[in-house]
């Protein structure tokens, strides 16, 4: 079932081990988003939601298909963002936020949409409906990447102790623009299992990537750029993070048209 709401350079990746290692062995990681344009595609999902799985499951083949370090050049980066408004329908997903409704419900607003639902897919920032047919996904994709980037972005982490580090990311736009543009950071986690005991799910053993577990943003950018210095301790955000399974995500986007512009990845969970 969906629920609708009426609204008024080559990307560069290391191995973390933060868990395993000691802040005396801690190193500086870092990755830099490439010359042409990559597509943020974003997942708004629940758990509570029976029509979501399959989307969950297209979401992890996509990003294993598109892990930095494959063959070809980087074509997405993929995010799952957990809505709340399935919470009070039988079971409360433990990844569900708020802020993941109210950028649902901002993405929509741009295209002059008042509705939500489960699953959506926004690719580059603009919804796409015909997500799970291959060939309309890869012409939307292909139509970001085959342009050049008009951003660059850097992520950097150092580790200061065993799962915790310093994560600095600068943005910058290529050429000077009358827009306003934010930029937002990203911690997804993959591998995480959920057995739901309500709900439309219920019975259910639900398996999830890309899930975002911290959200960051937006940070408005000043002259074209902006510099984003965060300390992030993942027992903050659950003592169940696994060091080996999160990655960082940055990017930037138009705050008149909502057009995501350019995005990067920092994978450590592989």
């Known amino acids: 079932m969906q629920i609708l709401i009426d609204v008024s350079k080559q990307l560069v990746l290391t191995m973390l081990g933060f868990g395993l290692a000691s802040a005396a062995q801690a190193q500086d990681y870092s990755a830099q988003s490439p010359a042409n ?129 310093d994560l600095s990311t600068k943005v910058k736009l290529r050429q000077p623009s009358k827009d306003g543009h934010n930029a937002y950071v ?20 639900l398996h999830h990537d890309y899930v975002v577990r911290r959200w960051l943003g937006p940070f408005a950018l000043t002259d074209g750029m902006v510099q984003i210095n965060e300390k992030i301790a993942l027992d903050s955000i659950g003592t169940d993070v696994r060091a080996d399974r999160f990655g960082i995500v940055a990017f930037v986007q138009n705050a008149r048209s909502g057009e995501v512009l350019q995005v990067a990845r920092l994978a450590v969970d592989h």
């Open 186 to 205: 990203a911690l997804y986690e993959n591998q995480l299992v959920s057995k739901v005991a309500a709900g439309e799910n219920d019975g259910v053993t």
């Open 37 to 165: 344009r990559v597509a943020l595609v974003e997942l708004y999902s629940s758990e509570g939601c029976n029509s979501c799985p399959p989307a969950d499951q297209w979401l992890s083949r996509q990003g294993a298909q598109a892990k930095p370090g494959q063959a070809g050049p980087e074509r997405i980066v993929p995010l799952a963002l957990h809505v709340d408004y399935w919470d009070d329908l039988g079971w409360k997903d433990r990844f569900g936020d708020h802020r993941f409704t109210v950028r649902q419900q901002e993405l929509a607003a741009f295209t002059n949409s008042r509705v939500v639902y489960t699953p959506e897919i926004f690719v580059g920032g603009r919804e796409l409906r015909q997500w799970s047919a291959n060939k309309a996904f890869d012409a939307a994709v292909a139509k970001i990447t085959e342009q050049p980037s008009p951003a660059d972005i850097a992520i950097k982490l150092s580790g200061t102790a065993a799962r915790n580090f």
